[in-house]
Nanobody, 121 residues
Framework: QVQLVESGGGLVQAGGSLRLSCAPPGTMFRIDDGGWYRQAPGKQRELVAAITSGGSTNYADSVQGRFTISRDNAKNTVYLQMSDLKPEDTAVYYC???????????????WGQGTQVTVSS
């Protein structure tokens, strides 16, 4: 199994910004479709944003206009730019992606380890 590597979480004041990054280890895999989920204590895991291999994006209503998902194919990385953060955004954020070999037909539906985002009031 291939685990994605996440970074960028932290503690910020309400109204602040953070950028999360997600990438597979090494250079053997490329990201096909990707997305970000989050889960707060006592709540269900929810899809926050998704991006296709072609760059089309979708967002949860709760983050529309504040969060931007993007990708840099040269760096094989998916980002989540979070702006105007609110206390209700506090959660563990998980990256999800379909990984495909640059050569070959193997694929993996992979998850990151999770990164904590805490927004104080």
């Amino acid at each position: 199994q291939v685990q994605l590597v996440e970074s960028g979480g932290g503690l910020v004041q309400a109204g602040g910004s953070l950028r999360l990054s997600c990438a597979p280890p090494g250079t053997m895999f490329r990201i096909d479709d990707g997305g970000w989920y989050r889960q707060a204590p006592g709540k269900q895991r929810e899809l926050v944003a998704a991006i296709t291999s072609g760059g089309s994006t979708n967002y949860a209503d709760s983050v529309q206009g504040r969060f931007t998902i993007s990708r840099d194919n040269a760096k094989n990385t998916v980002y989540l730019q979070m702006s105007d953060l609110k206390p209700e955004d506090t959660a563990v954020y998980y990256c999800n992606a379909v990984l495909r070999l640059r050569v070959g037909s193997f694929s993996s539906d992979s998850w990151g380890q999770g990164t904590q985002v805490t927004v104080s009031s």
